[in-house]
C-alpha cells in the first residue's frame, strides 16, 4: 500500500460505510465540459473494491451526465460510519 492509498476496511455484518461523491454541475449545453453531450441518468452503477459485480443505486431523480468521456465524478475513500 503506497502512501496516498486509504486503508483497507473490514466491515461486520450490518456495518456500513460511505464514499464522497462529487460531481460537476452540468448545463444542457455540457457547460462547462469541453465534448459532453448530456444526457439524463438515474443510477449510479457502482464497484465495490476487488469486485467485478456492480451494485446499482438510484439517484431518485433524473441527474445530468455526460455520454462521453469527460471527467464529471469524483469518489472519495470509503470511510467506516459510527
Same mark, same amino acid.
Given at each position: 500500500?503506497?502512501?496516498?492509498? #486509504? /486503508?483497507?476496511? +473490514?466491515? *461486520? /455484518?450490518?456495518?456500513?460505510?460511505?464514499?464522497?461523491? +462529487?460531481? @460537476?454541475?452540468?448545463? /444542457?449545453?455540457?457547460? =462547462?465540459?469541453?465534448? %459532453? /453531450?448530456?444526457? $439524463?441518468?438515474?443510477?449510479?452503477? @457502482?464497484? #465495490?473494491? !476487488?469486485? &467485478?459485480?456492480?451494485? +446499482? @443505486?438510484? +439517484?431518485? *431523480? =433524473?441527474? #445530468?451526465? %455526460? *455520454?462521453?468521456?469527460? *471527467? &464529471?465524478? !469524483? @469518489?472519495? =475513500?470509503? $470511510? $467506516?460510519?459510527?
Amino acid at each position: 500500500m503506497g502512501d496516498d492509498d #486509504p /486503508p483497507t476496511l +473490514t466491515l *461486520e /455484518p450490518g456495518a456500513s460505510v460511505a464514499a464522497a461523491l +462529487t460531481a @460537476v454541475n452540468i448545463d /444542457p449545453d455540457g457547460g =462547462p465540459l469541453d465534448d %459532453c /453531450p448530456v444526457v $439524463q441518468g438515474s443510477d449510479y452503477l @457502482v464497484y #465495490p473494491p !476487488h469486485s &467485478f459485480t456492480g451494485v +446499482t @443505486v438510484s +439517484t431518485g *431523480e =433524473p441527474v #445530468p451526465a %455526460c *455520454e462521453s468521456s469527460a *471527467e &464529471f465524478l !469524483h @469518489v472519495g =475513500p470509503v $470511510q $467506516q460510519q459510527g
